[in-house]
């Protein structure tokens, strides 16, 4: 599935180096062509000559050497690859990465490239905790780059925590996301999902049952149609899906930031279930039982409605513009009013009724509502819903269909 790819591996200065000779493997299993890059840090974890045996292929290391500049230079290098993957990333790699540094061949490599860039950290969870690493990631989601991992996990200094690099193929997974060649190839799609969670005080706040599962299939299934997927979610049940933009947000406002600054968009697809109202002054500490006399009183205040925001944009307006609606009762008359309401191109209609079990559960019963009419779709997995949806985002971003 990957056959006459060709992935520029960067291998960082961490334990987790070993794991990338595996890596290595598992991608040319795959029919992929791999060129390791060393830091000088990862040649104390594993040798130039074994990542060199696992790739049949020369490895480029941060020793500048002139003969390499003459055969393939760092811009060429990376010109030629169809993904950079940096695993292990380090934190001082990533650091480096956010700032722009080009002092030495993998940080010149990740300035100098126009190709996307997918990476698997792996550090001691403090140093991921550190606000200083949290930032750098920032900086990169925002600039494009991909994430997969890190995993929580036994680390190898004996604490516990995220900071585990993602296994081969969990890494194999998103690679396979980041280059799939499809029919969305080329194209930006941005996803909303999961719930949103309105603050009351620092230990309260307002949600719904949303897992996220169906919002987080719909981007998998368009990152394998190959499409470039921004994912914007509110605190899911379900991991998000590799391979794909991830920016996660807690509350409906910091949604529609996010929103705003993912566009423009080729579709966008509102699958989220955004809390409608939020509290107007959020307590900043823990309201006490009788403190003010008899029970706390909430003042609510409506959510801003993204998907009516992002469809009623005058100036770049996603092409297509999807929303859900979730209904428990008159569940196409109430998803036809509000296609209209909310001024979107299509609606995906489903019965969240609590003896469906559609809400939190692995199935989906949906109708989907277009200028064309409304059709019925049997029930079946949320995977399943999920391609299905894709594959007529593809045929209409295509021009195959209105
Ligand atoms: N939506 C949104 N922002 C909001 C509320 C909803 O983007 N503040 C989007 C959802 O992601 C979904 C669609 O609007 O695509 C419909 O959501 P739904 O909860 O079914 O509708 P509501 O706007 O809450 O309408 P109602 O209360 O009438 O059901």
Request: glycine share 10%; aromatic share 4%; charged share 25%.
């Amino acid at each position: 599935m990957l056959s006459g790819k060709r992935i520029t591996l960067i291998i960082g200065g961490g334990i987790a180096a070993f794991k990338s000779l595996d890596l290595i493997r598992r991608l040319r299993e795959r029919g992929a062509n791999v060129t390791p890059v060393l830091t000088r840090a990862a040649e104390e974890f594993v040798t130039p000559l074994s990542a060199s045996a696992l790739a049949a292929e020369k490895v480029y290391r941060d020793l500048f050497d002139l003969n390499d500049e003459h055969e393939m230079g760092h811009i060429e290098l990376s010109r030629a690859s169809d993904l950079i993957v940096v695993a292990p990333a380090t934190a001082d790699l990533m650091a480096r990465m956010a700032a722009g540094l080009a002092n030495d061949l993998a940080s010149t490599l990740l300035l100098a490239t126009d190709k996307r860039v997918l990476v698997a950290p792996a550090m001691n969870l403090r140093m991921w905790e550190h606000p200083a690493t949290q930032r750098t990631i920032e900086t990169l989601k925002s600039d494009g780059v991909l994430f997969v991992g890190p995993n929580d996990g036994d680390m190898a200094c004996g604490e516990y925590g995220p900071g585990r690099m993602a296994e081969p193929l969990e890494i194999v997974a998103a690679v396979s996301a980041a280059i799939a060649d499809g029919p969305l190839r080329g194209k930006h799609v941005l996803v909303t999902s999961g719930p949103t969670h309105e603050p009351i005080d620092p230990v309260r706040y307002i949600a719904n049952r949303s897992s996220g599962a169906q919002g987080t299939a719909i981007a998998r299934a368009l990152a394998a149609l190959g499409a470039q997927v921004t994912f914007v979610t509110g605190p899911a049940d379900v991991e998000p899906p590799a391979g794909v933009a991830v920016v996660p947000v807690e509350t409906a406002q910091e949604m529609l930031g996010a929103v705003q600054a993912a566009l423009p968009a080729d579709a966008a697809i509102f699958a989220a279930a955004v809390a409608d109202w939020r509290v107007v002054s959020a307590s900043d500490s823990k309201i006490k039982k009788g403190a003010r006399g008899g029970l706390p009183s909430i003042e609510l205040a409506e959510n801003p409605d993204i998907l009516a925001t992002v469809a009623a944009m005058k100036n770049g307006r996603p092409g297509l513009v999807i929303g859900f609606a979730a209904e428990t009762d008159d569940v196409l008359e109430n998803a036809r009013a509000k296609l209209q309401r909310k001024g979107c191109d299509w609606i995906v209609a489903n019965d969240v009724s609590p003896e469906t079990g559609i809400m939190g559960g692995g199935e989906n019963a949906v109708t989907l509502i277009t200028d064309d009419g409304a059709e019925d779709w049997p029930r079946m997995g949320k995977d399943r819903v999920a391609m299905r949806l894709a594959e007529r985002v593809a045929r209409a971003l295509n021009g195959d269909e209105g």
